[in-house]
């Protein structure tokens, strides 16, 4: 752990309004601000747009996939497709089974050790391939995708490429790549976006060399056919600044060790042929050498392994828009109504466009961030967040679409299609199936949350005792000569710089766009230093403010890799004029939303809103629940409560 980090999980000071917070809360904001990274030894071209710094130089060229990587993602892809149609995903919705024998080919093909270097016997794949597979296997079954995402972009291979030792390596590579599937265990009853209060324990014994580990664990994905799992527990904790400060730790335990029970496989709206319990753990014996990382480390571990585990779910939602796109052509073209193709009817017209231009976007999120991981130079946790909120939401907008452009056939169930001889496009599976990305792996308005954090540090760094109404007068005073060193030449830049926008002549017919994300960038920019002058240290409860912040930052940092990807195509082939029409169009839809989100962050009905549900809170609108059968309480203990 380097010393900055180090120094980060002891002496976290909270830069927010503390006053009236309870114990509870405080200590939540201190486990997760100690699991922060706090270093950026590598640039991150996100984390200049809130800064007003549209460094273009992260854009050029566009990122390309080697010939020799593209031929071995290739090949795999070929053979994955024949194992893949192998089952019938209606099938797997239908009885909620993947069989065991499609998933041994899918170990045999390798498909389990994409994320496993090649010395251990895995594939050993770039980014690139990694997400050309997911993205293949999400337009087709997306019960396979999360199986094979659970297992290695949140499950063991994940973490331990990370934090493994070389004897950690040696001794379950082999295995994650050959035959035994892995999960990650964190949510808890109690615990979803919040982590601090974690009740599953892991007790050192008497010999020194063991822990026991007791609790329950939520919806882990392939746990109950798990042969290794990820498990954050909480142990012994630390006494930091004269407070008791939680300790998580990650071990990794046998799926088959003593104790280690499922109590229920859950079953959801969608995905339905994913393994995923309620996993109970007893008495779990397991070996110091299998902590992963370091004691305390386990939280820090987590958000680590997510963070790069998000950059899955933007190729899975490019594949489910890609899907979409390939459906609604060919139903646009197909299906007549009122003497025309709907896909001629200027309503389903606007519909085609935004899949079209969607799916465009989405491609270019996936692209760059994928190779921006394979080339290594950027800090990317900013960008992973930016293409998991933007990509999952994007995502249900396209399959919402989708299913009103097939009306009554979007609804009807794939399998029933089938035996009434239609074309089997499973829209109501899909929209079921991609509707949980928006939760897992850090809810939408968690990555808010989170974006607005890591936006705002860079201020914080140097204004960070101003903004907190409790500090000290000669903390106040000590920042008072790096507050003047910074803004007084940051600031005017950003009122000054955007007067004489200009260049960005390579980018073509783009180049307005460009002008326009430099421009906004700066807006963006100064807006975050208003409303932290404005709110201080109370601004991280102005969550929808902040929320539009980042969302202008989303929008900012997708026009930009979209126009770059058009750029890269049109100078391959400059007779097609397609990728500009698609960038084009997205960036014209994304300039209004970014402008309706400025408006809004000064004029809009947060206040009545939040006055309306203290309303709903207290009770007082009981009565307009009235004549309903109104949904209840269980009739039982929660399973593994006692
Ligand atoms: C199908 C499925 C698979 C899963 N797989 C795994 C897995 O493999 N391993 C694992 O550990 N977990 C897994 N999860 C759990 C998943 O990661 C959680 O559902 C997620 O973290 C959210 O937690 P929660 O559902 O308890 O929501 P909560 O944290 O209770 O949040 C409820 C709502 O409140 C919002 N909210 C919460 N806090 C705030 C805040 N501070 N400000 C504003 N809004 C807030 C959330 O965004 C959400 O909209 C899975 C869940 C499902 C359904």
């Known amino acids: 752990m380097s010393e900055e980090n180090k120094k980060n999980e002891e002496d976290v000071e909270l830069v927010m309004d503390t006053s009236k917070m309870t114990e509870e809360q405080i200590s939540s904001m201190e486990v997760a601000e100690s699991a922060r990274e706090t270093e950026w030894t590598k640039p991150s071209f996100a984390s200049k747009l809130f800064m007003g710094d549209f460094d273009t130089s992260f854009l050029y060229p566009f990122p390309e996939q080697n010939e020799e990587d593209k031929k071995i993602g290739d090949e795999f892809l070929v053979k994955l497709e024949a194992v893949l149609k192998t089952v019938d995903p209606e099938e797997v919705d239908r009885t909620g089974e993947l069989p065991e024998e499609y998933r041994a080919k899918l ?34 079954d997306g019960a396979t995708a ?19 030792t070389p004897e950690q390596k040696k001794k379950y590579f082999p ?23 974690m009740t599953t324990v892991a007790d050192p014994m008497d010999d020194g060399e063991h822990f026991l ?36 730790t990650a071990f990794i335990v046998e799926g088959t060790a003593p104790g280690v029970e499922t109590l ?5 709206m969608g995905l339905r042929g994913i393994y995923n319990g309620l996993m109970k753990f007893t008495d779990v014996k397991v070996h110091k050498s299998d902590i992963l990382w370091a004691e305390g480390r386990g939280l820090a571990l987590a958000l680590r392994t997510l963070n790069a585990g998000r950059l899955t779910l933007p190729a899975a939602s490019a594949g489910l828009a890609k899907q979409c796109l390939h459906m609604c052509t060919k139903w646009g073209k197909e299906r007549e109504q009122w003497g025309r193709p709907i896909g001629e009817h200027e309503e389903g017209r606007q519909k085609l466009a935004y899949i079209a231009s969607m799916t465009f976007a989405l491609d270019a999120v996936t692209k760059s961030t994928s190779h ?43 399998d029933s299609l089938r035996t009434r001889g239609e074309d089997v496009f499973p829209v109501e599976r899909a929209m079921r199936d991609c509707r949980i990305n928006m939760i897992l792996e850090g809810s939408s308005e968690i990555m808010k ?51 004489f926008v200009g260049g960005h002549s390579k980018m073509g017919p783009l180049a307005r766009h460009y002008k326009f994300v430099e421009k906004a960038s700066h807006k963006l920019a100064r807006s975050f230093i208003y409303y932290m002058g404005m709110y201080q240290d109370k601004l991280e409860k102005k969550q929808m403010i902040l929320g539009r912040l980042v969302d202008i930052g989303t929008e900012l940092f997708v026009m930009s890799v979209t126009c770059a990807y058009a750029k890269s195509m049109m100078d391959k082939d400059k007779s097609n004029k397609e990728p500009y029409k698609l960038a084009n169009h997205f960036c014209e839809l994304a300039r209004t939303r970014i402008n309706g989100y400025f408006k809004d962050l000064s004029s809009n009905h947060d206040e009545l809103s939040n006055k309306m549900a203290d309303s709903v809170i207290a009770g007082n609108l009981e009565w307009l629940e009235e004549g309903i059968i109104k949904a209840g309480k269980a009739e039982r203990a929660p399973l593994g409560s006692e």
């Open 107 to 140: 170990f045999e093909v390798g498909a389990f050790g994409m994320k496993v270097p090649k010395e251990y016997g895995g594939l050993g794949f770039s980014q690139v391939n990694y997400n050309r597979a997911a993205q293949l296997i999400a337009s087709y």
């Open 146 to 164: 999360t199986l094979i995402s659970a297992h290695q972009s949140i499950g063991v291979p994940n973490p331990l490429k990370m934090f493994g």
């Open 175 to 197: 295995r994650l790549a050959s035959k035994s599937i892995s999960a990650f265990a964190l949510t808890e009853p109690d615990v979803g976006s919040d982590p601090s209060k």
């Open 213 to 248: 580990i007791n609790g329950t664990k939520l919806w882990c994905t392939n746990g109950p056919i798990a042969d290794l799992i990820v498990v954050m527990t909480q142990t012994k904790p630390k006494i930091v600044r004269g407070r008791e400060r939680k300790q998580i």
């Open 264 to 268: 229920h496989r859950c079953d959801f």
């Open 372 to 414: 921006w991981t394979d080339q290594g130079e950027a800090d990317l946790r900013i960008e992973a967040a930016m293409a998991k909120l933007f990509s999952t939401e994007v995502a249900w907008k396209v399959i919402d679409t989708t299913m009103q452009f097939r009306g009554g056939r979007g609804y009807e169930r794939a």
């Open 449 to 499: 949350l989170f974006l607005a954090r890591e936006a705002m540090d860079p201020h914080i760094q140097i204004a960070g005792p101003m903004m907190k109404a409790s500090s000290s007068f000669g903390d106040k005073m000590g920042a008072v000569g790096k507050i003047l060193g910074f803004y007084s030449t940051w600031l005017p830049k950003q009122y000054i710089a955007p007067l």
